[in-house]
């Protein structure tokens, strides 16, 4: 049986609602329900202001509220439907509300505020934090996408740094197209970040240069006119996108690409002379193929006996002997801090690559003199795409632990939300 406890009682303290009595108690184990009314007898009409306390009803109303004492704990709210006592008033009657249950509301803000910090402050599934509240995935995410005006201000942090990077939203997918074939169709995700806090600052679905210009077009001129650096991967596409949407900034390439570039040059070498000098791939008993991965490290990192190792390999071959000096000369070009050891060190690469003739060498020359501008601010600035590939790994965790989404909106969100929480690393 229900009974009225008072306003000031202990157990309206302990149940601890803002603005709320405890009425009664029911119950016991995981069946107990607590009724509670507001404290306030009056409240004002929500169109004309005036206060009443006349009360037409007294409806009773079930909520969700945060875990009290245990799980299985039921909060009925009794409300007053007031009657306006003005006569202009149109608004005859209405519902007495408060802070912490809103109109219309079957969850209490604070149930909403550890929903909501629930997602913001850990790496968990959407689904895990609605079954730990009792609640359903679909409202877990409603309540989590009424927070864009907090987390989307993009438009208003000063960006000095900008990064771009992509990465998979979901596997790939083969749909229907409008011919009757099946088209193929790779889901990407646009990454910009904050490299200078490492803050992802939104999420974009493609991978086009044209998803960069369209995500660009809709920031303030005064935005775009504070990127000083962008730094991105050798995507062609992006650094068009970039020259068109903010061309005061400097873009500078990341240096982990450029190795890359030239270890795939020493790769594609290594098959080619196998093919060239055993007419078949590389064996286990052929030192090139036994070693190749000491072709890709730097030997000031190598022990002595792995050193005579890449020894025995660069003399089985010369020409891997010429291509590995040419990934040394990329190394030295990488290393240098002003403009003139940066001409001295390109000078010494470009007579290196034209002394041979080997067409990997020259194709990766190539790529490079493309990107030279941005080689050299990289150099200059030593600004790299670090951040971003972090942001990148931080969204696969995300995305890994919600076991994949399939709504990009939904997904952008998750992300936006816990990303929002972290301090500058």
């Not at 891997?320 to 240098?336: F, P, Q």
């Not at 041979?356 to 600035?381: D, I, P, Q, V, Y």
């Not at 969204?395 to 890994?400: C, D, E, M, S």
Request: aromatic residues 6%; contains cysteine.
């Amino acid at each position: 049986m229900l009974n009225t406890t008072g306003a000031g009682d202990a157990a309206s303290t302990l149940f601890n609602l803002d603005d709320y009595a405890v009425l009664g108690v029911e119950g016991s184990g995981d069946s107990r329900s607590v009724l509670v009314e507001p404290r306030n007898p009056e409240a004002p009409c929500p169109a004309c202001g005036v206060f009443s306390r006349r009360i037409q009803a007294r409806p009773v109303h079930r909520v969700k509220d945060v875990a009290c004492g245990g799980k299985g704990l039921e909060v009925l709210v009794r409300k007053r439907r007031l009657v306006c006592q003005e006569d202009a008033c149109p608004k005859r009657t209405f519902v007495q509300v408060t802070d912490q249950v809103p109109l219309r509301s079957r969850l209490t803000t604070r149930l909403v505020g550890e929903i909501v910090e629930d997602a913001v402050h850990e790496l968990r599934a959407v689904s895990g934090i609605a079954k730990a509240h009792g609640v359903s995935w679909p409202t877990v995410m409603r309540k989590l996408l009424v927070t864009e005006q907090i987390v989307l201000d993009v438009d208003r942090r000063l960006v000095r740094r900008l990064g771009v990077d992509e990465h998979r939203f979901r596997r790939v997918r083969f749909v229907l197209g409008t011919t009757g074939k099946m088209m193929r169709v790779e889901p990407w995700s646009i990454v910009f970040t904050d490299l200078d806090t490492g803050t992802i600052l939104d999420i974009v679905d493609g991978r086009r240069g044209k998803a960069v210009t369209s995500w660009m077009s809709q920031r303030p001129e005064q935005w775009r006119r504070n990127i000083e650096y962008v730094a991105m991967d050798m995507s062609a596409e992006f650094r068009k996108a970039i020259r068109d949407s903010l061309p005061a900034a400097r873009i500078s390439v990341d240096h982990f690409h450029i190795i890359q570039r030239a270890n795939q040059m020493i790769t594609a070498v290594r098959r080619r002379r196998s093919h060239d000098t055993h007419g078949r791939r590389g064996r286990i008993t052929d030192p090139a193929y036994k070693y190749r991965k000491l072709l890709t490290c730097n030997i000031e990192k190598l022990s002595n006996k792995q050193t005579e190792r890449l020894k025995e390999v660069l003399a089985s071959d010369v020409e891997l002997g010429v291509v590995y000096a040419i990934k040394e000369h990329v190394r030295d070009l990488l290393k240098t801090r002003d403009r003139e050891s940066f001409a001295a060190a390109w000078a010494k690469l470009e007579a290196s690559v034209k002394a041979t003739g080997m067409h990997e060498a020259k194709s990766l020359f190539r790529t490079f003199t493309a990107w030279k501008t941005e080689l050299e601010t990289f150099c200059l600035t030593r600004l790299t795409n670090a951040r971003s590939e972090a942001a990148n790994l931080t969204a696969k965790n995300i995305k890994r632990i919600g076991r994949g989404y399939v709504n990009h909106h939904n997904y952008r969100w998750r992300i936006l939300l816990y990303t929002a929480r972290l301090r500058p690393c």
